[in-house]
T-cell receptor, first 111, second 114 residues
Framework: KAGVTQTPRYLIKTRGQQVTLSCSPI?????VSWYQQTPGQGLQFLFE???????NKGNFPGRFSGRQFSNSRSEMNVSTLELGDSALYLC??????????FGSGTRLTVV | AQTVTQSQPEMSVQEAETVTLSCTYD???????LFWYKQPPSRQMILVIR??????QNATENRFSVNFQKAAKSFSLKISDSQLGDAAMYFC???????????FGEGTQLTVNP
């Protein structure tokens, strides 16, 4: 079966712009989580969506938001981009306790 | 809050040899899940092995096994017969029984020498 698909793979944006990243989970998985990976902070949890509802949220400013659609696909939005938002953004889908499958990530560069 | 610590930023091993990566964690929960993930240069996080805290038996997956010491809050990964393809960043991760939030350690960069 198809894995977790994230688009786009690479993105370059200018400070102050906004960006939307997309994640399609494995078919049948209703939970989608997002993580930010940076060399300095490591892997940090952003938020989790389950059946179109945000179920959990990490410690990130309100500029980071997300949503989930009825087909479980999820989008993550970052508004008013800052240089520090440059990171690899990873999406994961799975079933509780069984381990989570990650996508290949979106590499966001803010210039 | 739960924390996960990987005290070895880098490790190296000779091909066909055995290497052990260390992980400790802190939690007040009695039941939880622990994972090891591998991240090669392709960036995709790949699940290597999982352990349920209420199970006494250490998990194994082919050449990969864990040493789970619940009282010591230790969860080390042993890779036997190391292969060149095992070279990657390895992350230890903790998850409570509810929700999907994974708490990751800092990672250990494993080099496999031919």
């Amino acid at each position: 079966k198809a894995g977790v698909t994230q688009t786009p793979r690479y993105l370059i944006k200018t400070r102050g712009q906004q960006v939307t990243l997309s994640c399609s989970p494995i078919s049948g998985h209703r939970s989608v989580s997002w993580y930010q990976q940076t060399p300095g902070q490591g892997l940090q949890f952003l938020f989790e969506y389950f059946s179109e509802t945000q179920r959990n949220k990490g410690n990130f400013p309100g500029r980071f938001s997300g949503r989930q659609f009825s087909n479980s696909r999820s989008e993550m939005n970052v508004s008013t981009l800052e240089l520090g938002d440059s990171a690899l953004y990873l999406c994961a889908s799975g079933r509780q306790g069984y381990g989570y499958t990650f996508g290949s990530g979106t590499r966001l560069t803010v210039v | 809050a739960q924390t996960v610590t990987q005290s070895q930023p880098e490790m190296s091993v000779q091909e066909a040899e055995t290497v052990t990566l260390s992980c400790t964690y802190d939690t007040s929960e009695s039941d939880y899940y622990l994972f090891w993930y591998k991240q090669p240069p392709s960036r995709q996080m790949i699940l290597v092995i999982r352990q349920e805290a209420y199970k006494q038996q250490n998990a194994t997956e082919n050449r990969f096994s864990v040493n789970f010491q619940k009282a010591a809050k230790s969860f080390s990964l042993k890779i036997s017969d190391s292969q060149l393809g095992d070279a990657a960043m390895y992350f230890c991760a903790y998850k409570e029984t509810s929700g999907s939030r994974l708490t990751f350690g800092e990672g250990t960069q494993l080099t496999v020498n031919p």
